[in-house]
């Protein structure tokens, strides 16, 4: 196994291992959890498994069997950069994207993932039922009946920023190998995180090179390393994020390829709380501090504490958007939002 940069090894837990076998284990173990756990082995019998234990051009091979004739996205790296995908000097990307067929792409990746230092190509968080047929049915995972979102992501090399996600995740490792560094949600004020609007996909990232941090701009990392648990996950191993919990990903073969599973035990039609935190930004952050106070109390009533206190006094017939949220009310919260954005 190969060895993690030495100041977060040294400082960092290793995740808990769970011994777990069949849907019902694995549906109940990750049911409510907040703790990230790891499960060796759970996807062994996968087919792409099997096909990459025995080499790259065979995994490549299974895919294009599956593959859809649609043009794939593609993020190519820079050369020198060691497989990060971040901010250039003037922050933007260092790496640019472009599309393709599937089959020249993975060309591409099979000239260069033997030379360390090649540019790293990368298809992130490819939908597997629009961009493939029959995926899904060969690879199954124990999860009962969620509604689930999945993806694959493809990859030489590569090195991604520490970010979070909202919605619980189950990351597979089908070939290759990723280590994973994780950090609890609250950890995020020692991470150093970037922008909101300008991200490499989407999610804010830390701005910590974990290959080599820099502790004089980035103190508080110090402070991160405290609560960071690592793994590495070998073939048809299989990792539990909880939701909020801030990953780092790095693609340790030359050729690697992870599916993933995300759901939230909440329902669809409730509201994305980042949609929340970004209109907040916009409407509250700037506003006098005196102002902000009342706001934030506001915010404690109505959100946070919730309790009887908002509703007892009112007849429960007229409560509407104060008591507890359906499709309908949470519809005409939606709507109510998107009359106020338009007159802005």
């Known amino acids: ?47 792409l498994v099997r096909a990459g234990l025995n080499s790259a051009d065979d995994a490549r091979a299974y895919l294009l069997r599956k593959r859809r004739d649609v043009p794939f996205t593609v993020s190519l790296g820079e050369s ?22 599937l089959d020249d792409i993975f060309s591409q ?18 939908d597997t039922r629009q961009f493939f ?27 991604i920023a520490a970010h979070n ?14 280590r994973f560094t994780l950090f609890p949600p609250e950890q995020f004020r020692n991470l150093y995180l970037g922008p909101v609007d300008n991200t490499p996909a989407g999610r804010a990232i830390s701005m910590v090179d974990f290959h080599a941090p820099d502790f004089a701009r980035f103190p508080r990392f110090r402070e991160a390393l405290q609560h960071a648990q690592i793994t590495e ?26 599916m993933n599973y995300w759901w939230r035990d909440t329902p669809r039609w409730l509201g994305q709380p980042q949609d929340a935190l970004n209109h907040a930004m916009l409407s509250i952050r ?19 504490e919730n309790d009887e206190a908002v509703t007892a006094h009112i007849p429960e017939k007229a409560r509407s958007v104060l008591d507890r949220l359906t499709p309908q009310s949470a519809s005409r919260i939606r709507n109510f939002i998107l009359q106020q954005l338009g007159k802005g």
């Open 165 to 178: 996600d909202f919605p619980d995740n189950l990351a597979c490792c089908a070939v290759g190998r990723r």
């Open 80 to 101: 020198g950069a060691g497989g990060r995908l971040f901010y250039d000097d003037s922050m933007g990307m260092n790496f640019r994207s472009g599309r393709g067929r």
């Open 286 to 304: 700037d506003l006098p501090h005196e102002e902000k106070r009342i706001w934030r109390d506001l915010f404690d009533y109505y959100v946070f």
């Open 233 to 258: 996950l070998e073939p048809g191993d299989a990792l539990f994020i909880p939701s909020m919990w801030w990953h780092h990903v790095e693609g340790l073969a030359p050729f690697n390829v992870l």
């Open 1 to 47: 196994m190969a060895e993690a940069d030495p100041d977060i090894a040294v400082q960092a837990a290793p995740i808990a291992e769970r011994e777990i076998a069949g849907a019902g284990p694995l549906d109940e173990a990750v049911r409510g959890a907040r703790e990230p756990f790891v499960v060796r082995g759970l996807v062994a019998d996968w087919p």
């Open 133 to 159: 047929d029959g995926l899904d049915e060969d690879h199954p995972i124990p999860l009962g009946d969620r509604d689930l979102l999945k993806s694959i992501w493809i990859g030489t090399r590569t090195r």
């Open 109 to 126: 990746m099979a000239v260069r993932e033997n030379d360390p230092d090649c540019p790293a190509v990368y298809l992130a968080s490819i």
